[in-house]
């Protein structure tokens, strides 16, 4: 122990990160400081420790052969330090902390929420809305879902639901809608945050580089539909987006081709901590609850095939 005197903390932490990162950037990101300071950092380490861990390359950090065996160690040590912290700061499993986009709290989850609590009366939750992915490894998350491709570095991610897109509007606005290029006369609401564009569905429809009239950009996807439902336009929206509001009718799907993004909606956990009984018991219900979801969107808004020749 008392040769851990002669060497920082938060060297060893750079190191660590830099080192199960890949790059600098990516370490400072995780530890909330400047690409410079964890440059730093290292180079005190390795003064400290008389060893170089890195070779400085055009293309970045690699590791030395010593740096290697080095950091699996290191790694291991920090891994058993992070659920130390963890679990103390764990609190009763019968509060479970869930971390999700603003917009799928607000749009999809809270309409929900009282059916979990009939069902799991024992389980509180605690909704962390953020659009930021914690470090699941040494945060009070228990379950998180996120919208992308699935492949987030140093989580557990499993599919929930692959993300379709289709344009929404308020019923008024669609009442002069009949085949998919008289969309292009409506005026847009868009998410200038969104992962994706308009192109997306009008290639499937056979418009593609076709240019939507943009009435109002939004930073905020839940700001978006809110416009849409009350006429300002057409939203491109997905599923647990615009769920609800179309299964109340205050949207409605003038066409019903639905186009996968490429992404979807995944739970996310750290691949290190055990699953615990509240954590399988939410994700089973969010499943149910999704299942019922996409059952009901079927119902209000059958899913159309495109076909050129009947509906343009």
């Known amino acids: 122990m008392r040769d851990l005197n002669s060497v920082h903390l938060n060297g060893l932490r750079a ?24 440059s730093q950092q290292i180079a005190k380490a390795e003064a400290q420790l008389g060893r170089i861990l890195f070779e400085r390359t055009p293309r970045g950090l690699v590791p030395t052969d010593f ?70 490894d040494t945060s009070d998350v228990d379950v998180g879902i996120r919208v992308g491709s699935g492949d987030w570095p140093g989580v557990k991610s499993e599919l929930l639901l692959q993300q379709e897109v289709f344009p929404v509007c308020s019923p008024v606005v669609a009442q ?25 569905w009008l290639r499937e429809v056979g418009l593609s580089g076709a240019e939507m009239t943009v009435r109002h950009t939004f930073n905020e996807a839940s700001l978006v539909l809110d416009a849409a439902i009350s006429g300002q336009g057409v939203m491109l929206a997905w599923q647990t987006l615009a769920g609800f509001a179309i299964t109340q009718g205050s949207l409605v799907v003038p066409f019903g081709i639905r186009v996968g993004t490429g992404y979807g909606h995944y739970f996310v956990s750290s691949p290190s901590r055990r699953e615990s009984k509240a954590a399988a018991a939410f994700k089973r219900w969010v499943r149910d609850e999704v299942e019922e979801g996409m059952r009901l969107l079927d119902l209000r808004a059958p899913r159309v095939r495109f076909d050129a020749a009947t509906m343009r």
Do not use: C
Not at 18 to 33: I, Q
Not at 114 to 122: I, Y
Not at 178 to 196: E, N, Q, T
């Open 15 to 38: 190191v660590e990160a830099a080192g199960r990162l890949g790059s600098l950037a990516a370490a400072a990101e995780e530890l909330g400081v400047t690409s410079g300071a964890v």
């Open 67 to 136: 740096g290697l065996r080095f950091l699996v160690r290191l790694s291991n040590a920090f891994q058993e330090l992070a659920e130390a912290v963890a679990s103390a700061r764990r609190r009763d499993e019968s509060v479970l902390t869930i971390s999700v986009a603003p917009v799928f709290a607000a749009r999809w989850l809270v309409y929900r929420l009282n059916r979990f609590a009939e069902r799991h009366p024992d389980i509180r939750l605690r909704i962390d809305a953020t659009t930021k992915l914690v470090n699941l």
């Open 176 to 200: 002069n809608l009949r085949v998919p290029a008289d969309i292009l006369k409506l005026p847009a609401v868009i998410d200038g945050h969104s992962m994706f564009s308009w192109e997306v």
